[in-house]
């Protein structure tokens, strides 16, 4: 496992690109409100990132065989992650949505997701949305040089299953930089003690998916959408963060 340390060249770079993409979110958010279509999310996420001089991560990106769709993943309610924006999904009063976008800027990236509840929603989508964020602050929290990755991962899922819900496990986060996806796989669940040791001058990005129900997800017929297998909700939080002298600084705030 190679974890590159960025020069405080790349950190300067990336601290831009995080700050681009934080406006983006920021924007996004604001628009997403009951009547809006996702395929709107999607192309004001594009005009966005354009106008600000980056480009787009996720549109043309390659998983295997498969090419996502769009500049921004929309996933809703029971959907996980990676939802293909389309003109036929409205959000709509009850509702939560995930909004995760990326992007890169002078050849470096920027990763960062948020879950929003769109109108009145139920109490306990509300709390589902409360303990992902605060899981992803708890392991930006935890986070200094000298600890192993596995003691952020633990504290994630005790965190998690301490208030009843569960971490899904198929898919985790990831190091960050040059390339969108980088060493190390960064799991929500583990064992403190176990794993690399956390330097100065990494850059990860924590994502915390979090489900109402089962930790079990699955892969739909299109070949990204990811949702849960009982149907349950699921939130997902994301930063992208380095690893400073004492402490982690969010570069997506």
């Excluded at 681009?20 to 966005?48: F, H, M, Q, Y």
């Excluded at 498969?66 to 009063?93: D, E, M, Q, R």
């Excluded at 009145?120 to 605060?134: D, E, G």
């Excluded at 796989?185 to 176990?194: E, K, M, R, S, V």
Aim: aromatic content about 6%; proline content about 4%; charged content about 20%.
């Amino acid at each position: 496992m190679a974890i590159t340390i960025k020069t405080p060249e790349e950190i300067k770079i990336m601290r831009q690109a995080g700050k681009i993409l934080a406006d983006v979110l920021k924007k996004l958010a604001r628009r997403a409100t009951p009547g809006i279509s996702s395929l709107e999310l999607d192309k004001l996420a594009e005009k966005l990132i354009l106008e600000a001089g980056a480009g787009l991560a996720f549109k043309g990106y390659r998983s295997q065989d498969k090419i996502y769709p769009a500049s921004l993943c929309i996933s809703t309610n029971n959907h996980v992650v990676h939802g293909i924006p389309h003109k036929n999904l409205i959000l709509k009063n009850g509702d939560i949505v995930g909004l995760d976008c990326g992007l890169k800027y002078k050849g470096y990236f920027a990763d960062m997701a948020v879950t929003l509840p769109i109108g009145r929603v139920s109490p306990q989508a509300r709390r589902l949305i409360k303990v992902t964020r605060n899981a992803l602050n708890l392991a930006i929290k935890k986070t200094k040089p000298g600890i192993h990755l596995g003691d952020i991962s633990a504290s994630i899922q005790d965190y998690v299953e301490k208030n009843g819900f569960s971490v899904v496990r198929q898919l985790s986060g990831h190091g960050i930089g040059k390339d969108l996806h980088e060493d190390p796989q960064i799991l929500n669940f583990g064992t403190p003690g176990t794993g690399p040791v956390l330097k100065q001058g990494m850059t990860l990005c924590f994502e915390p998916m979090v489900n109402e129900g089962s930790w079990e997800v699955k892969t739909l017929d299109d070949g990204w959408t990811v949702v849960t297998v009982d149907g349950s909700l699921s939130a997902h939080f994301e930063h992208t963060i380095l690893v400073t002298k004492k402490a982690a600084q969010i570069l997506t705030q």
